[in-house]
């Protein structure tokens, strides 16, 4: 992928934490309710002609669809890439809409642009719509056709699509879910359709999907490669083996590894078992984008938290004794904290060789 793509998600995830000084802003995310009271019912911008999608290296869920194809639908294209904790926080709302809405002629096409070479595996796409439940069309964008052709730079991004195919909508980042929504209806209303629900969608996502604690999230997104990391404690040995040792203490936002590692461009790689990342965290969720280096292939792992089982404060991928498994390319939610959130140690230690660790995310 290109370094302009990944510098742009970089941005939107840092102005999501600039927010919390700012909790009105775009991207910090607005309670349900807030927004669409104060709506004004002006007509929304037209942005430009629906980009063809002919693009797509393969479709799920659906016959190839085409731009000519959709005039006289209200078209919602959701770009998306399924280790994005950013998207994963929205997919219930988008899921909802396209349940809501498709028998009023609202047509969802999720189209997955990926940030990592692994989410260019088909499997790996086909496996992650199945376990999101995601049952309207997505577009494989594996060569940034359509992302390109909608001169997007950001995941995830929303975009509506009029009856007469012109784009009258967009929003990149979290967030805006009322105005959002309420943008759906205006555009159905102006295709004639009638007996509108206009009662807003009210979800709760759980798991990964669970909105984010924004007033405790003082943790950025950080990639473990070498290319693109902040905080390392240590010095990273660049594409050859290392045995490296994790400090006793770590700064807020540091983290180093500890065994037999190789330091990649994009990735860390476990060589020998027993090698641990250490994290010093303040979120109350920590997640850990990580697979097994050779398919079909297990690794177990164990997580503490200051030393100790993560027990109550422990994510969906781990049981109370902090133990887990990675079994496929994917983000693992590996803490969830119980009230009060603190600064902490946060250590995950791989009892078998063969992982590959990608990126820390928060929330």
Known sequence: MSE???????????????????????????????????????????????????????????????????????????????????????????????????DQGLVTIGVHSPEFEFEKNVDNIKRAVTEMKIDFPVAIDSNFAIWRALRNAYWPALYLVDAKGRIRYHHFGEGEYDRSEMAIQQLLTDAGVSGIDRKLVAVAGSGAEAAPDWMNLRSPENYIGYERTENFAGGAVRNK????????????????????????????????????????????????????????????????IDGQPPRADRGVDVDEAGNGTVSHQRLHQLIRQKSPIQDRRFEVEFLDAGVEAFSFTFG
């Not at 939107?12 to 607005?30: D, E, H, N, Q, R």
């Not at 869920?61 to 770009?79: H, R």
């Not at 250490?278 to 079909?296: E, I």
């Open 4 to 102: 302009g793509i990944d510098r742009v998600r970089r941005r939107v995830l840092g102005s999501t934490l600039a927010t919390l000084a700012a909790p009105g802003a775009l991207m910090a995310g607005i309670a349900h309710g807030q927004v669409g009271k104060h709506m004004p019912t002006a007509r929304l911008p037209d942005e430009g002609k629906m980009p063809s999608l002919d693009g797509a290296t393969g479709w799920l869920n659906t016959a190839p669809l085409t731009a000519p194809g959709l005039l006289g639908k209200v078209v919602l294209i959701d770009i998306w890439t399924y280790t994005c904790i950013n998207w994963l926080r929205t997919l219930p709302y988008v899921r909802s809409w396209a349940g809501k809405y498709k």
């Open 241 to 304: 083996r290392d045995v490296y040792t994790a400090p006793v203490r770590l700064g807020l936002n540091q983290w180093a590894l500890s065994g037999d590692w190789t330091m990649k461009k994009g990735l860390a790689a476990l060589n020998a078992p027993n090698g641990r990342i250490v994290n010093q965290f303040h979120a109350r969720d920590l997640h850990l984008v990580m697979g097994p280096s050779t398919q079909g292939a297990s690794v177990r792992f164990r997580v503490t």
